[in-house]
């Protein structure tokens, strides 16, 4: 049974209302968290240590405030047969119950433990007390329980599997083996030092991350999420297939501030699966161009599901060179979707929408100008003055809160509201972008916590048997090597959030990847690595048979949601792609790219590879290809992406093969209209 789109939003932002008791509760905290974490750039100076444990303590306790132990109705239905009624508290949306608050009490408690012991745990590291060992217990538990009502339960099993591999290693076969670690020092490493749960994932959720998600729920708030539907709609609503490539650019637009897919899916399909079925797509290929659409939101900067600072510090780079290995990948892949679109449009002989259905662009882009400040003063903060992530965010976040008391004062002004109703409706503004921005932290939150146990066990001696793993399945070739570590990350993000999937994959794979590249001859870029397990990541959220962007897409669109999951993934077919093109190809990541010039080239090459792709895998360019027209934009697509191959083989310099790769591509584009028009 597929959840609604309502269960989706709640699974990303907590599903209880807030009314009553525990619904004040939640709002306090809720306040309280986005108030520490805006305080903490300029005003609140506290330890790193410090800030992890209270961040981690939020995001815990609202997790069993806004969480239900059960919320999926089958096992709703189950459990009240067996308990014939008597564990409904377990259940109940509307509010949380006394062992939830005493739950998220003893969870606050156990995660604030190192920051009130800070000191005593310091001074006998290595010698824990029965007391140290006892909070530790309590803590992973009750962290995976949390993480289970937040997010489900794959993250928590895949930890899970990975603390009794811990214990049991030894039993394991011989490349897998190493010596069993015992529960002192086990529980030392995850819950009381800072390379377990407190780790450097959390440690950036809690500087950074938190602000980017508060800054783009307060943009929403604000009114800019429809004012980016309204203008992606009366900028390309009058082509054909207008309203899908408009959902493509509206999911791309807030997907740069959202850094969920599932509520990207929901927050834009809402409004874009129902326009595109209307327009004349079925409703399967509606909701999978959502999805693609969505998913892909991730890919963009500046948030790129929160993962993009948390790459920048594994990698120990800034954040503006992530944003820059980023930037082309991330713009060919939703242009060739647009394009993917038309070609869509084009096989079903569909219609542009009536102008007068649709928006008018010189109406709505000056009605929204001032959504467009936020963002260049963020981008400015970040590029001109070289500000920190941290203080750019929290600087923008205040001009949002400028720009909304402007805009009921503006109302005021024009006798649509009083003064003081301006003033108030202002601040009740503010303060539910507050309660926004904590609740969508509560999944990232407990998430990278709860990967940061798998990340301790790693680091206690799995990372080296991966590695060899990879190498031994592999045979140390390259290409295979790259095919498993993809698998691998499909597989392993099925059901988990974008930034778990990464940090998850980023310790097991991406290190082994980047050095057995390395030793075989190949100077791969750290960051490629990072980005090549993160691509996959993200599309396993349409990934069958758990694409969770699928389910959410199918229960709008309503339509089956496995082979919606199946037909988003074909479209995203060209980002599996591009992965495997920049791990060889490092110019598609700007890294040796330093002139202008050079830039635009390898852009310019990177959307036609991609829009040659697309046409291959669709059959279908500017008219259904023949057989031979597929083989050759595939070739094409490979001649711009891998320059660098064709050079080895025909021993031509790899600026050449821009040429001779456009040039086949014009050819076959003035024979396709050529044919087209003979047609006609």
């Given at each position: 049974?597929?959840?609604?789109?309502?269960?989706?939003?709640?699974?990303?932002a907590?599903?209880?209302?807030?009314?009553?008791?525990?619904?004040?509760?939640?709002?306090?905290?809720?306040?309280?968290?986005?108030?520490?974490?805006?305080?903490?750039?300029?005003?609140?100076?506290?330890?790193?240590?410090?800030?992890?444990?209270?961040?981690?303590?939020?995001?815990?306790?609202?997790?069993?405030?806004?969480?239900?132990?059960?919320?999926?109705?089958?096992?709703?239905?189950?459990?009240q047969?067996?308990?014939?009624?008597?564990?409904?508290?377990?259940?109940?949306?509307?509010?949380?119950?006394?062992?939830?608050?005493?739950?998220?009490?003893?969870?606050?408690?156990?995660?604030?433990?190192?920051?009130?012991?800070?000191?005593?745990?310091?001074?006998?590291?290595?010698?824990?007390?029965?007391?140290?060992?006892?909070?530790?217990?309590?803590?992973?538990?009750?962290?995976?329980?949390?993480?289970?009502?937040?997010?489900?339960?794959?993250?928590?099993?895949?930890?899970?599997?990975?603390?009794?591999?811990?214990?049991h290693?030894?039993?394991?076969?011989?490349?897998?083996?190493?010596?069993?670690?015992?529960?002192?020092?086990?529980?030392?490493?995850?819950?009381?030092?800072?390379?377990?749960?407190?780790?450097?994932?959390?440690?950036?959720?809690?500087?950074?991350?938190?602000?980017?998600?508060?800054?783009?729920?307060?943009?929403?708030?604000?009114?800019?999420?429809?004012?980016?539907?309204?203008?992606?709609?009366?900028?390309?609503?009058?082509?054909?297939?207008?309203?899908?490539?408009?959902?493509?650019?509206?999911?791309?637009?807030?997907?740069?501030?959202?850094?969920?897919?599932?509520?990207?899916?929901?927050?834009?399909?809402?409004?874009?699966?129902?326009?595109?079925?209307?327009?004349?797509?079925?409703?399967?290929?509606?909701?999978?161009?959502?999805?693609?659409?969505?998913?892909?939101?991730?890919?963009?900067p500046?948030?790129?599901?929160?993962?993009?600072?948390?790459?920048?510090?594994?990698?120990?780079?800034?954040?503006?060179?992530?944003?820059?290995?980023?930037?082309?990948?991330?713009?060919?892949?939703?242009?060739?979707?647009?394009?993917?679109?038309?070609?869509?449009?084009?096989?079903?002989?569909?219609?542009?929408?009536?102008?007068?259905?649709?928006?008018?662009?010189?109406?709505?882009?000056?009605?929204?100008?001032?959504?467009?400040?936020?963002?260049?003063?963020?981008?400015?903060?970040?590029?001109?003055?070289?500000?920190?992530?941290?203080?750019?965010a929290f600087?923008?976040?205040?001009?949002?809160?400028?720009?909304?008391?402007?805009?009921?004062?503006?109302?005021?002004a024009?006798?649509?509201?009083?003064?003081?109703?301006?003033v108030?409706?202002?601040?009740?503004?503010?303060?539910?972008?507050?309660?926004?921005?904590?609740?969508?932290?509560?999944?990232?939150?407990?998430?990278?916590a709860?990967?940061?146990?798998?990340?301790?066990?790693?680091?206690?001696g799995?990372?080296?048997?991966?590695?060899?793993?990879?190498?031994?399945?592999?045979?140390?070739?390259?290409?295979?090597?790259?095919?498993?570590?993809?698998?691998?990350?499909?597989?392993?993000?099925?059901?988990?959030?974008?930034?778990?999937?990464?940090?998850?994959?980023a310790?097991?794979?991406?290190?082994?990847?980047?050095?057995?590249?390395?030793?075989?001859?190949?100077?791969?870029?750290?960051?490629?690595?990072?980005?090549?397990?993160?691509?996959?990541?993200?599309?396993?959220?349409?990934?069958?048979?758990?694409?969770?962007?699928?389910?959410?897409?199918?229960?709008?669109?309503?339509?089956?949601?496995?082979?919606?999951?199946?037909?988003?993934?074909?479209?995203?077919?060209?980002?599996?792609?591009?992965?495997?093109?920049?791990?060889?190809?490092?110019?598609?990541?700007?890294?040796?790219?330093?002139d202008?010039?050079?830039?635009?080239?390898?852009?310019?090459?990177?959307?036609?590879?991609m829009?040659?792709?697309?046409?291959?895998?669709?059959?279908f360019?500017?008219?259904?290809?023949?057989?031979?027209?597929?083989v050759?934009?595939?070739?094409?697509?490979?001649?711009?992406?891998?320059?660098?191959?064709?050079?080895?083989?025909?021993?031509?310099?790899?600026?050449?093969?821009?040429?001779?790769?456009g040039?086949?591509?014009?050819?076959?584009?003035?024979?396709?209209?050529?044919?087209?028009?003979?047609?006609?």
């Amino acid at each position: 049974m597929s959840e609604s789109p309502r269960e989706f939003v709640q699974r990303e932002a907590g599903s209880r209302p807030l009314r009553g008791p525990t619904g004040v509760l939640i709002i306090i905290l809720c306040i309280g968290w986005s108030l520490f974490q805006l305080a903490l750039p300029r005003w609140l100076l506290l330890s790193s240590e410090i800030v992890r444990c209270v961040h981690l303590a939020f995001a815990i306790s609202l997790a069993y405030l806004c969480f239900p132990a059960v919320r999926r109705p089958r096992t709703r239905s189950i459990l009240q047969r067996l308990g014939r009624g008597r564990l409904a508290w377990l259940m109940t949306d509307e509010h949380a119950g006394w062992l939830d608050l005493v739950l998220a009490l003893t969870a606050a408690g156990a995660a604030l433990y190192l920051a009130i012991d800070y000191e005593g745990i310091a001074s006998r590291m290595g010698r824990p007390l029965p007391r140290d060992l006892l909070v530790g217990s309590v803590l992973v538990i009750l962290l995976l329980e949390a993480a289970r009502r937040a997010l489900g339960l794959a993250l928590p099993l895949i930890a899970g599997l990975f603390i009794l591999y811990a214990f049991h290693s030894e039993s394991m076969p011989a490349v897998l083996a190493f010596r069993n670690v015992e529960l002192d020092k086990l529980l030392t490493k995850l819950t009381l030092t800072t390379e377990g749960i407190y780790g450097v994932p959390l440690d950036v959720s809690a500087s950074v991350v938190f602000l980017f998600v508060l800054f783009g729920a307060t943009l929403e708030q604000a009114g800019g999420g429809k004012y980016f539907i309204n203008l992606a709609y009366s900028l390309l609503g009058r082509f054909r297939g207008g309203p899908a490539k408009a959902a493509v650019l509206a999911s791309g637009l807030t997907g740069m501030v959202n850094g969920s897919s599932i509520a990207n899916t929901v927050t834009t399909g809402t409004f874009t699966i129902p326009l595109m079925i209307r327009a004349g797509f079925p409703a399967v290929k509606a909701g999978a161009i959502e999805v693609a659409a969505s998913t892909n939101g991730q890919l963009m900067p500046p948030i790129m599901g929160a993962a993009a600072f948390i790459i920048a510090e594994y990698c120990n780079i800034s954040y503006l060179e992530v944003v820059r290995a980023a930037f082309v990948p991330a713009v060919i892949s939703y242009l060739a979707l647009i394009w993917i679109v038309h070609i869509e449009a084009g096989k079903l002989g569909l219609s542009p929408q009536p102008a007068a259905d649709l928006p008018r662009f010189r109406d709505v882009f000056p009605t929204g100008l001032h959504f467009l400040l936020p963002l260049v003063f963020l981008i400015t903060q970040l590029v001109v003055f070289r500000c920190s992530a941290q203080l750019a965010a929290f600087d923008a976040i205040l001009v949002l809160y400028f720009l909304i008391l402007l805009q009921r004062l503006r109302a005021a002004a024009r006798g649509d509201l009083g003064w003081l109703q301006a003033v108030v409706q202002s601040g009740a503004d503010i303060a539910l972008s507050l309660i926004k921005g904590a609740r969508n932290m509560i999944g990232i939150g407990v998430a990278v916590a709860a990967a940061g146990i798998i990340v301790g066990v790693v680091t206690l001696g799995l990372g080296n048997a991966i590695t060899e793993i990879i190498d031994v399945l592999s045979g140390g070739n390259l290409l295979v090597m790259l095919v498993i570590t993809a698998a691998a990350s499909l597989l392993l993000g099925m059901g988990l959030p974008t930034t778990a999937n990464y940090i998850v994959m980023a310790s097991l794979t991406a290190p082994a990847i980047f050095h057995l590249a390395n030793a075989g001859g190949y100077h791969i870029p750290l960051i490629a690595a990072h980005l090549f397990v993160f691509y996959f990541g993200i599309l396993s959220d349409d990934t069958p048979p758990v694409g969770l962007s699928a389910y959410a897409a199918a229960a709008i669109s309503r339509a089956d949601p496995i082979r919606t999951g199946i037909q988003g993934f074909t479209y995203d077919m060209r980002t599996a792609l591009l992965p495997f093109m920049f791990f060889f190809n490092n110019e598609l990541l700007l890294i040796g790219v330093d002139d202008p010039w050079h830039a635009a080239t390898v852009l310019g090459a990177g959307l036609i590879a991609m829009i040659a792709f697309a046409s291959c895998t669709q059959r279908f360019f500017l008219r259904r290809n023949q057989w031979y027209e597929s083989v050759l934009l595939a070739a094409i697509s490979l001649m711009l992406l891998r320059p660098g191959l064709w050079e080895a083989w025909f021993a031509l310099p790899r600026t050449s093969w821009y040429w001779v790769g456009g040039g086949l591509f014009t050819a076959l584009l003035i024979r396709q209209r050529w044919q087209n028009l003979q047609s006609e």
